[in-house]
């Protein structure tokens, strides 16, 4: 398991009963979490002095109750600096188990030793788009959600990194790929994190386990002819990591060599010393 546990402004306090208890700067949240499946007693006094709490409804989605949280506040991690607010469907802009893949993306790019230029598609807030810039690389920041473009952009600027080579692009990826098949645009380095399930510009449906491989080896055609990493995260549930190892040996691996390596990613849970596990990554790497 890569587990992300450098944060000092984030942490996981506790686990119980479908809910996580977070830290998110001084905040204090309760979120659902369909991994925590064990019901142990809740003796942190923080499950009853929470800042906000959301709570899932038996007719789909929810709501965040004794909201006390200012409209948005920032979290840091290392020099990466996060606009965080609370959102519909329990999120709050930042997904912090990712920070084990932006230390990894951080890493290859500065030992590359060369320009890297990079694509990150379905690039929601822009966390692994602000780790490959701050390390030196060109990035294309992809996403068909434009307040999600604009929330990156946000991101970037609180980061001091609003000047670094970044195109910010608001379209359906697939599209956008395809396009710049054909203007013969190469990338160094891919990072992408598809949705389960979605609907395409002219309502076409994605399915993850149906649609990701064929997605895979449209964006395979912009790799460079010595590409550096591809990353692939996912968060559907019952989809191993191995099968985006697989995905990744059969189309990446067999053409420009390199290996795979898959794991879950995970939090930390100060209370308890357990470890969250928070989806899937399937990691290319030409080294």
């Given at each position: 398991?890569?587990?992300?546990?450098?944060?000092?402004?984030?942490?996981?306090?506790?686990?119980?009963?479908?809910?996580?208890?977070?830290?998110?700067?001084?905040?204090?949240?309760?979120?659902?979490?369909?991994?925590?499946?064990?019901?142990?007693?809740?003796?942190?006094?923080?499950?009853?002095?929470?800042?906000?709490?959301?709570?899932?409804?038996?007719?789909?989605?929810?709501?965040?109750?004794?909201?006390?949280?200012?409209?948005?506040?920032?979290?840091?991690?290392?020099?990466?600096?996060?606009?965080?607010?609370?959102?519909?469907?329990?999120?709050?802009?930042?997904?912090?188990?990712?920070?084990?893949?932006?230390?990894?993306?951080?890493?290859?790019?500065?030992?590359?030793?060369?320009?890297?230029?990079?694509?990150?598609?379905?690039?929601?807030?822009?966390?692994?788009?602000?780790?490959?810039?701050?390390?030196?690389?060109?990035?294309?920041?992809?996403?068909?959600?434009?307040?999600?473009?604009?929330?990156?952009?946000?991101?970037?600027?609180?980061?001091?990194?609003?000047?670094?080579?970044?195109?910010?692009?608001?379209?359906?990826?697939?599209?956008?790929?395809?396009?710049?098949i054909k203007r013969g645009r190469k990338y160094d380095a891919v990072?992408?994190?598809?949705?389960?399930?979605g609907r395409g510009p002219s309502g076409e449906i994605w399915k993850?386990?149906?649609?990701?491989?064929?997605?895979?080896?449209?964006?395979?055609?912009?790799?460079?002819?010595?590409?550096?990493?591809?990353?692939?995260?996912?968060?559907?549930?019952?989809?191993?990591?191995?099968?985006?190892?697989?995905?990744?040996?059969?189309?990446?691996?067999?053409?420009?060599?390199?290996?795979?390596?898959?794991?879950?990613?995970?939090?930390?849970?100060?209370?308890?010393?357990?470890?969250?596990?928070?989806?899937?990554?399937?990691?290319?790497?030409?080294?």
């Amino acid at each position: 398991m890569w587990i992300a546990d450098r944060w000092k402004d984030y942490e996981v306090l506790d686990t119980s009963s479908g809910e996580k208890l977070e830290r998110w700067g001084k905040y204090i949240l309760v979120r659902p979490d369909p991994q925590v499946i064990w019901d142990t007693e809740k003796k942190n006094p923080l499950w009853r002095r929470y800042d906000a709490r959301y709570s899932r409804s038996n007719t789909g989605g929810g709501h965040w109750s004794e909201h006390k949280l200012p409209e948005r506040w920032q979290v840091r991690y290392d020099d990466l600096v996060f606009n965080v607010k609370p959102m519909n469907f329990k999120h709050t802009g930042v997904f912090p188990e990712q920070a084990a893949n932006w230390d990894f993306i951080r890493d290859s790019i500065r030992s590359a030793g060369r320009p890297v230029n990079v694509l990150n598609l379905f690039a929601y807030t822009g966390g692994a788009t602000l780790a490959a810039a701050s390390a030196g690389a060109s990035v294309c920041h992809v996403d068909a959600a434009k307040g999600m473009v604009a929330w990156a952009k946000e991101n970037a600027k609180s980061s001091g990194l609003e000047e670094k080579p970044i195109r910010w692009i608001v379209d359906d990826c697939a599209k956008f790929v395809e396009r710049e098949i054909k203007r013969g645009r190469k990338y160094d380095a891919v990072i992408m994190d598809p949705p389960s399930y979605g609907r395409g510009p002219s309502g076409e449906i994605w399915k993850l386990e149906e649609n990701l491989y064929p997605f895979v080896k449209l964006v395979s055609q912009v790799l460079s002819d010595d590409p550096l990493f591809f990353i692939i995260n996912s968060y559907t549930t019952g989809l191993a990591p191995s099968v985006l190892g697989y995905l990744l040996d059969t189309i990446i691996s067999t053409r420009h060599g390199g290996h795979s390596q898959c794991e879950e990613l995970g939090l930390p849970v100060k209370d308890s010393g357990l470890v969250l596990p928070c989806g899937s990554t399937g990691r290319w790497m030409k080294k």
